[in-house]
Every structure is written in C-alpha cells, then in structure tokens.
C-alpha cells in the first residue's frame, strides 16, 4: 500500500481485521444477506477508524403492539374505540383476561387477571372472546412492515419481534428513522399503535420498548443506559421473576442500583451460576444473538488466494470444490437450503454476493452447483475483476424432506441423490481431495 503512510496502513490493517473478526463471530462461518454484511462492515468502525467493541456497535429494536388483542377488536369495530375492552374467557366459565385495552387498565385491569375480578374492578368493560386467527392475520401485517426494513426478525409473539438492523443503517438511515418508519408505517397501514425501543442490545431494547407505553418511543443510549437501569426494580431484570424478587427484597435488594452494588457472595447465594450473566444485564450488557427464523443458520466455504484470480475455469474449479463442501455439510446435517450465495472479494477488498433462490429446498449437489456455476458466469461475463476471495454459502435451511421438489423429476433426483451418497461415503473413507466432478 504506497499510498499510505505507515501508520494510516496500520489503521487500514487493523480495521480489515477486525471487520473480519466481526464478520467471524457473527455466527462462525455464516453468510449473511448481502444488506448486512456490506453495511455491518462499514458500521463498526466510527471515529477516528477506532472499532467500538461488538456489544456496543449493535442497533437492535424492540417493537411491542400497545394492548395487541383488545386494540385488534377496537380496530374491527369502531364502536369500541376509547371504551374499556377486555379480551378473554367468560367470567362465569372461570375465565382470565388475555388483553385489556387502556381504557380498562385505568381500573386496575390487566392480563392474567380473572374476568370475573376484571369486570368488579370494571364494571362497564365490554368482554370479548379471544379471535386467534384474526390476531394471527394482523401479526402477518405488522411483520411485513419489518420484512422491508431487516432480514434479522425475532419474533417472541404474535405481537413482538426484535430487530437486528445494524446491517440495515447504510440503505435506511439511523436506527431511530428506521424505528420511527416502522411505528408510522404500522399505524398508517394497519391503524394500530406499536411501542417501539431502540438499544444496543435485546435486554435494553425490550426494556426501552415498554419504559414509555402506550405509544412509546424510546432509545437508550449506550452513555445513558446505566443512569436509566439504576432505579428499576430488580424485577426488571429477564429471569427475575416474583419468586427472585422476594429473595431479594429480603436482602433488602430493591432496585437495579443495589443488585449491582451487592457483593457477589451475595447474589451467588440467589442466582447460583447464574450470577455473572445477572450482573451483566444490570450493567447494560447483552450479547445475545437476534435469532432470526428465516435466515436461520447457514452453511459456507470460502477461500483467500495468494494471489489475485482472474481466471473463468479456476474460480469455476474453486467454486465447485466449495459447493461440494457446503453440499456435503448439508446432507450431514439433513439439511435442505433454499437459497445459494456466492460471495465475491475484489483486490480492493470490495466484497459482492450475488444470490439465487431455488423454488424449492435441496440438497443435491449437481442442483446447487448448477446455480452457482450459473451465477459466477454471469458475474464474470459483466465485470470480471481480480479476485482476493471467493466463498459460496447456502441460507434459508429447513430439515431434508419438508418441502417441495421442483428442481428435478423424481427419478433424475434419486439417480442424483444415489450420486450424492457414493460422494459422500469416498469422500468420507479417502478424505475430502479424494473425488472432484467434472466442471
Ligand atoms: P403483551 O404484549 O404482553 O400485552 P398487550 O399487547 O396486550 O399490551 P401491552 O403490550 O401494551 O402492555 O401481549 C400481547 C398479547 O398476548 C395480548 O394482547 C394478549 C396475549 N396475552 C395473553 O393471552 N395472556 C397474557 O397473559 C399476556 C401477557 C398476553
Ligand atoms: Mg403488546
Ligand atoms: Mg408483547
């Protein structure tokens, strides 16, 4: 690197690395859509090309439908808006409440609570019987609003889901606007009010999410969140539940503030090995993965050439190697993938991902290779430069046989599938170089 002086080419160095290192641990060898991992690269280093620790880097939203069900039937029926409604089983049946809608939580009425209690403290609620099905086809709605702004959805209910949009801030702006368009977008399509909390991780992001409802927006800061941890209660805290709570009042440990300050003996008497993790969510900090279903897990190879490639038939002869590999791990694992990802690394460390997605899931290796060996030909014919890296990975993954298959006619795929299976047992006997297909 001339350009560069020596220390700008240490900054350079060290930043390639640990941009690198990020992309590891974000799950090992995974691939990610292509939106998050061209914005995750260039969303973790801020400043002075100083990288901010990973735990702090992350922008995740919480966004929770304010009274889900008793604002579902408000909806339906405009009758009921502003009224008391509670949703949930018959009084006289014994029943609780699922939902009560704010008007009836003035009273004292919350979820859980029996119908019969609900209805005393409340006398003029209107009851109405839970509608699944109908929540269920709202909560479609509400995550196709999230669907245009992330791939990385979690969803905890049919009400709730986190967000993971760290890789989103490039294409969508800040965290913030993204949280702001998702709460307005809900209520201008669908008429419903979502609380919506932005934070650096699940445990804060959920807690900001419910700090300020109804209609909530709240974002905590990294340099505000203690301040606002400090004076909870204790019971704010995920996994402390009634039974903890008491315990802990007892040891006169009331708020967030005191736990943190208590001596780890303790809490060690209270939480056992569960200590550690306790006291790191009383201090802000949680390293817990968005899950997301779609995305789910993936499975890739790639490598780094010594020297840059050019070359159609070598990148094709690396390339099919990969697939193998990945084909091979996903037949292991009984795994069928949907999509194919190649992922493409310039002499520049330009990084690109061109994907396919088949019709239905596979694991046949002459079906995967097909797309992929389709897709670098197609890259190549249009811009063909020197290559650093070049890596295929599979996403979209669902146990081997639980979908469709479209990708060939039955007894072409079994021919395939005996194919794949003597593949596998050579390869397994004699080691991985022992067999390569025809290109
Ligand atoms: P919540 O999000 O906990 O509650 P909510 O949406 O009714 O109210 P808010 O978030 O504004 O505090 O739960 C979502 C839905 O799940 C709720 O509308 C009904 C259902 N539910 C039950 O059926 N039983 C329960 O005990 C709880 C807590 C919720
Ligand atoms: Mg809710
Ligand atoms: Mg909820």
Known sequence: MPALSEKAALVHQRRFMYNWQLLKDSGNDTFRSPLCQTSRRGAVTIGQGKPLPMSESRRIIHVDMDAFYASVEQLDNPDLAGKAVIVGGDPKRRGVVSAASYEARKFGVHSAMPTSQALRLCPEAIVLPVRMKRYVEVSRHIHAVFEKFTPQIEPISLDEAFLGVTGSLRLFGSAEEIGRTIKDQIKEQLH??????????????????????????????????????????????????????????????????????????????????????????????????????????????????????????????????QVEDVAQ???????????????????????????????????????????????????????????????????????????????????????????????????????????????
């Not at 795994?335 to 596979?362: C, H, Q, W």
């Not at 897709?375 to 996403?395: D, E, I, N, T």
Request: net charge positive.
């Open 192 to 321: 419903l009010v979502a609380s919506v909390g932005i934070a650096s991780n699940k445990f804060l992001a959920k807690l900001a999410s419910d700090l300020d409802k109804p209609d909530g927006f709240v974002i905590i800061a990294e340099e505000d969140k203690q301040q606002i941890l400090d004076p909870l209660p204790v019971g704010r805290i995920w996994g402390i539940g009634k039974v903890t709570e008491k315990a802990l009042k007892s040891e006169r440990i009331d708020t967030i503030e005191q736990l943190r300050k208590t001596p780890t003996e303790v809490l060690r008497r209270i939480f056992g090995e569960q200590t550690a993790h306790v006291l790191r969510l009383a201090r802000g900090i949680d390293d817990r993965k968005v899950e997301s279903w779609r995305e789910a897990r993936s499975i890739s190879s790639e490598q780094t050439f010594a020297t840059d490639i050019t070359d159609k038939d070598i990148l094709l002869g690396v390339l099919l190697g």
């Open 329 to 439: 791990r996903l037949r292991m694992n009984n795994l069928e993938a949907k999509t194919i990802t190649l992922k493409l690394r310039y002499d520049d460390f330009r990084t690109v991902t061109r994907s396919r997605t088949f019709a239905g899931p596979t694991d046949v290796t002459a079906a995967l290779w097909q797309q992929a060996r389709e897709a670098l030909l197609k890259w190549h014919k249009r811009s063909a430069g020197p290559l650093r890296l070049l890596g295929f990975g599979v996403s979209g993954l669902q146990k081997a046989g639980s979908g469709q298959r479209q990708l060939f006619a039955e007894p072409e795929r079994e021919k395939q599938k005996r194919l794949d299976k003597a593949f596998d047992q050579i390869r397994g006997k004699f080691g991985r170089d022992a067999l390569r297909r025809g290109k």
